[in-house]
């Protein structure tokens, strides 16, 4: 039956909350204010792009969604303790995230640092313990092998190190190997999950050109609304790109360009999406976010 992509995002969302308060840790008393520090900026209420990409190729290649909950988790994770990170004064220095004050203006720089630690130290636990089912021992250990890969020196670290790079280079080359490490790495292995947690490799180049276009797409719109979209809407403080005088695709193209360049993507993401089975909200998932505007 086919359901409206709002209903689809709303549905799979709801799914992956329900599911992970099964595996979100607890904590001994001392540590109180750590969970609840990792709490408020978890469940802050974002969009789940990437669990719902994860949850999305897995019903698109026929696997059980169930068996990676534990990854998509893992995930999510990583990408909010990298959230509470980016926002403090040493990073971006940003108060509010997703319409909220951000985690260390609520508890303070330490605790906020400890939160994000926390999380994604926990992050490798629930990945490579669930799902407790033998058959997939092999797949969790390659998911966390390419887990680290994606989060580490090699990806998202590597790509926040040259986003704050005073010398970095002003060209399309650098930025868009940055963006491939910062925000496409954990795209993409968002994507592979179910293939990486099954074990099956059939369609793994055809998803992975997929994932890498659409967290290229991603970024640009991205770049795009902090100069088009509002505070309100994005749920953080617009025009801070130009404001640091950011390398970004609007900066480097202008906007005009940078919109040229996300109808291109878009195009090769979708051409993409099309060589995968079962892909009608894959498709959908890259006109989302060639759309979006927050």
């Given at each position: 039956m086919t359901i409206s992509?709002?209903?689809?995002?709303?549905?799979?969302?709801?799914?992956?909350?329900?599911?992970?308060?099964?595996?979100?840790?607890?904590?001994?008393?001392?540590?109180?204010?750590?969970?609840?520090?990792?709490?408020?900026?978890?469940?802050?209420?974002?969009?789940?792009?990437?669990?719902?990409?994860?949850?999305?190729?897995?019903?698109?290649?026929?696997?059980?969604?169930?068996?990676?909950?534990?990854?998509?988790?893992?995930?999510?994770?990583?990408?909010?303790?990298?959230?509470?990170?980016?926002?403090?004064?040493?990073?971006?220095?940003?108060?509010?995230?997703?319409?909220?004050?951000?985690?260390?203006?609520?508890?303070?720089?330490?605790?906020?640092?400890?939160?994000?630690?926390?999380?994604?130290?926990?992050?490798?636990?629930?990945?490579?313990?669930?799902?407790?089912?033998?058959?997939?021992?092999?797949?969790?250990?390659?998911?966390?092998?390419?887990?680290?890969?994606?989060?580490?020196?090699?990806?998202?670290?590597?790509?926040?190190?040259?986003?704050?790079?005073?010398?970095k280079p002003f060209n399309e080359q650098f930025l868009e190997k940055l963006h491939m490490a910062k925000t496409g790495a954990m795209i993409k292995v968002s994507a592979l999950t179910p293939l990486i947690i099954h074990n099956d490799y059939r369609f793994y180049s055809d998803v992975k050109s997929y994932a890498l276009n659409l967290g290229l797409l991603f970024q640009i719109t991205d770049d795009i609304l902090d100069i088009e979209s509002s505070s309100e809407k994005l749920g953080k403080t617009a025009g801070k790109d130009i404001e640091q005088h950011k390398l970004t695709f609007v900066t480097l193209f202008g906007i005009q360009g940078a919109k040229n360049k996300a109808k291109n993507v878009f195009e090769e993401t979708v051409k993409c999406a099309k060589k995968i089975p079962n892909n009608k909200y894959l498709v959908k998932l890259a006109e989302y976010i060639f759309s979006r505007d927050k």
């Open positions: 992509l709002s209903d689809y995002l709303k549905q799979k969302r709801e799914f992956f909350e329900r599911k992970v308060r099964d595996y979100f840790p607890s904590t001994f008393k001392e540590a109180e204010i750590v969970l609840k520090a990792m709490e408020y900026s978890f469940f802050a209420g974002g969009k789940r792009f990437r669990p719902i990409l994860a949850l999305t190729a897995c019903e698109a290649l026929g696997f059980n969604s169930e068996d990676i909950i534990p990854a998509c988790l893992a995930i999510e994770m990583i990408h909010s303790y990298s959230l509470i990170h980016d926002d403090l004064p040493a990073m971006d220095n940003d108060d509010f995230r997703r319409g909220k004050p951000s985690n260390h203006k609520v508890f303070g720089e330490g605790t906020a640092i400890l939160a994000g630690d926390a999380l994604l130290t926990e992050a490798f636990y629930i990945a490579s313990r669930y799902p407790e089912k033998k058959e997939l021992t092999e797949g969790k250990l390659k998911f966390v092998t390419q887990l680290s890969d994606s989060a580490g020196i090699r990806g998202m670290v590597g790509g926040q190190v040259m986003d704050i790079d005073e010398n």
